[in-house]
């Protein structure tokens, strides 16, 4: 898609290369995170840093899947040109579309990083 479509789509090929670029940061994090903790036997409490890194997987993952900012969304704006010029939602319905999507985002994300965290802190150090 390469046009704002409320509630649907808010950002074009360069938005969504930065939300699969978060998204592979947040892997990397989350794997080098787990690593050092397992390695160093570190208690299984101290894993539930692991949301941090698993929510920046998380976000950019379904952003960039779904082809929707969540703060343009919240924010009332969109951008298929070039990075950093965003366009304001002029219609007041729009918007409402774009916050519940933005919402919609929020959760799966935050479920899918409760998830990885419950993984991380089950995983048998020994």
């Not at 704002?4 to 969504?16: A, D, H, K, R, S």
């Not at 101290?46 to 698993?54: H, N």
């Not at 366009?87 to 994300?109: C, F, M, Q, Y």
Request: contains cysteine.
């Amino acid at each position: 898609m390469s046009t704002y479509i409320p509630g649907t789509c808010n950002i074009g090929p360069g938005e969504i290369k930065r939300r699969k670029s978060a998204a592979l940061l947040g892997a990397v994090l989350l794997v080098a995170f787990l690593t050092v903790e397992i390695l160093h036997h570190a208690s299984r409490t101290s894993r539930v840093f692991a949301f941090l890194p698993a929510l920046v997987f998380a976000t950019g993952w379904v952003q960039s899947r779904r082809k929707f900012c969540l703060a343009f969304g919240f924010m009332g704006t969109f951008n298929f040109g070039k990075l950093g010029e965003l366009t304001k939602v002029a219609n007041p319905e729009d918007l409402k579309a774009d916050r519940k999507t933005a919402l919609s985002i929020l959760g799966t994300s935050v479920l899918i990083a409760l998830a990885l965290t419950l993984f991380a802190v089950l995983i048998p150090t020994k």
